[in-house]
């Protein structure tokens, strides 16, 4: 599985956009990005995932670069209930994975009132 | 639905001492999964199932064993803990594999051993 690059913090204002990226330049073709986040002392929960093109669901969008070597996550209007950790996480899916998701040590991105 | 439970929430154990985690999921997911995660790490896999009946290890198998008897219970056993096996461990489930399959995970079992 491809390895991911993450910064380690960032902060964000209540209210505006978060823009958080990760790196993952040796990803293969049939790999997806997925996002979990981990709000504190909770279990992960899954955000978005995609493959090519860019995704957009209730919680957030995700923007993947034309080559795939990277991609950003955008919580358009963050709160401080988005204040938790974020995982970007490339992996397989379907036939022989198990559905294996590897964990960084991910992006703790703070929501400040 | 309660999604994925965890029993317990919290244990101290000694050295030494066996003990049994248990994941239950009541939507018919097929995959089940144990991680557990260290202070400041993200989370490591130690066994899956992917259907009743199976188990196979995960990154870090050594010191634990798992039985999925039922679809929708998945049990974690410690045989002899050790101080190492400190950690907060996750079950987790999903449908199966594919991009659609997001993992649902529990909220947490905090283990520690002295």
């Known amino acids: 599985d491809a390895k991911t690059t993450q910064p380690p913090s960032m902060d964000c204002a209540e209210g505006r956009a978060a823009n958080l990226p990760c790196n993952h330049s040796?990803?293969?073709?049939?790999?997806?990005v997925y996002w979990y986040r981990q709000i504190h002392s909770q279990g992960p929960q899954y955000i978005i995932h995609g493959l090519k093109n860019n995704e957009t669901n209730e919680m957030a969008s995700l923007i993947i670069t034309e080559d795939r070597k990277s991609s950003t996550l955008i919580l358009p209007h963050a709160t401080l209930r988005d204040t938790a950790v974020y995982y970007c996480?490339?992996?397989?899916?379907?036939?022989?994975?198990?559905?294996?998701?590897?964990f960084g040590q991910g992006t703790i991105l703070t929501v400040h009132p | 639905n309660a999604g994925v439970t965890q029993t317990p929430k919290f244990r101290v154990l000694k050295t030494g001492q066996s003990m049994t985690l248990l994941c239950a999921q009541d939507m018919n997911h097929e995959y089940m999964y144990w991680y557990r995660q260290d202070p400041g790490m993200g989370l490591r896999l130690i066994h899956y199932s992917v259907g009743e009946g199976t188990t196979a290890k995960g990154e870090v198998p050594d010191g634990y064993n798992v039985s999925r008897l039922k679809k929708q219970n998945f049990l974690l056993g410690l045989e002899s803990a050790a101080p190492s096996q400190t950690s907060v461990y996750f079950c987790?489930?999903?449908?199966?594999?594919?991009?659609?399959?997001?993992?649902?995970f529990g909220p947490g079992t905090r283990l520690t051993v002295l």
């Open positions: 040796t990803i293969s073709g049939n790999e997806y």
């Open positions: 987790a489930s999903s449908y199966g594999t594919g991009p659609y399959n997001e993992q649902f």
């Open positions: 996480i490339v992996g397989y899916a379907g036939g022989t994975s198990y559905g294996k998701l590897t």
